[in-house]
């Protein structure tokens, strides 16, 4: 079983996520080698919020997804892609963020409104009191509890990295079409490898965990499993570290991601690839701004290419102690 730790950030307006960053940079140790999610509780029982049909695309959609079927019946439609926003002030230290928040209904929604289950008065003068909805409360604290009570007692951690991998490798080989322009002279060819790799690995362990816990189910003898949960939540805590450092930052592990999309984009260091494919290109000669830019994107490619590497060595290698194990 895991810990379950509160917090209330303060600077979250104003500060631009002030109070969470100043937590992480201070416990970053301990966040970095103990930490297994994190859960961002922002505007919950909005008047008429009910609905829960988004989630982010991250190793903890499908227990989301439980979460939300289990607890109101509705099945996710949408699934985005996590940012900065909402505390996001962990993705270089490298575990999973998330956030589960009730919505109105289409017809009631404001489009210019970001939280607040989508209520008018959002950030105004007239968010008071009477905007609250008990009812909408009491589901969202049902669908929060749901959530950490799996994510806190399961003896592998329930995090599934198939649908990350899946959303991923489409993102980059969309990038990769979209600068094709520019392939002769970079591309993301290494990356998309390494990104297909994972896909299969990922898998690979999706399957080991089902064939545990079936075994598992079964023994007599459960406490001789301990070992073999500890050696899966030890790989899956480290290939969060690996991919999510990658996949949202482009900064370092103990920095914080550049704000020019408030990390809605993903693979915010392989972006710019972008911007290359915009510049003239190099003939009779590479002017210096496209070599300069291309000298940036090839760090960052292999930046990427070794988070990817990183956790796929990570599963291989789990993978082999753990089949060893139950041998």
Request: hydrophobic share 40%; charged share 25%.
């Amino acid at each position: 079983n895991i810990s379950l730790r509160f917090a209330w950030w303060t600077g979250h307006e104003i500060g631009r996520y002030a109070g969470s960053t100043w937590y992480n940079d201070e416990y970053w140790h301990d966040l970095r080698y103990n930490c297994v999610a994190s859960l961002n509780i922002d505007s919950p029982g909005a008047e008429g919020a009910t609905v829960y049909q988004g989630a982010r695309c991250t190793e903890l959609l499908d227990l989301t997804k439980k979460s939300i079927r289990e607890i109101t019946g509705q099945e996710v439609k949408r699934i985005g892609w996590p940012s900065r926003a909402g505390d996001g002030s962990f993705w270089g230290t490298g575990f999973p963020h998330t956030g589960i928040t009730g919505a109105r209904p289409k017809e009631l929604y404001d489009p210019f409104v970001n939280y607040s289950g989508g209520g008018w008065w959002w950030h105004s003068p007239y968010a008071t009191l009477d905007r609250g909805d008990v009812d909408a409360l009491v589901l969202n604290i049902k669908v929060y509890v749901h959530f950490l009570l799996h994510l806190c007692n399961a003896p592998v951690h329930p995090m599934n990295f198939t649908p990350l991998a899946e959303r991923m490798l489409e993102i980059l080989r969309d990038l990769q079409e979209k600068a094709d322009k520019v392939r002769a002279y970079f591309n993301l060819d290494p990356v998309l490898r390494r990104a297909e790799e994972f896909k299969e690995r990922a898998e690979a362990l999706e399957k080991l965990i089902g064939e545990v816990m079936e075994q598992y189910e079964g023994a007599v003898d459960k406490e001789a499993f301990e070992p073999i949960f500890e050696e899966l939540n030890r790989c899956i805590m480290w290939v969060s570290r690996h991919i999510n450092l990658v996949a949202h930052s482009n900064a370092g592990k103990t920095e914080q991601m550049s704000m020019e999309h408030f990390g809605r984009k993903p693979f915010p260091g392989l972006q710019p690839i972008l911007d290359l494919a915009k510049l003239p290109l190099p003939y009779p000669g590479p002017s210096p701004d496209f070599l300069m830019l291309r000298t940036k994107l090839v760090r960052e490619r292999n930046r990427v290419e070794d988070g990817f590497f990183l956790a796929i060595r990570e599963i291989e290698e789990t993978e082999k102690r753990v089949r060893a194990e139950l041998s």
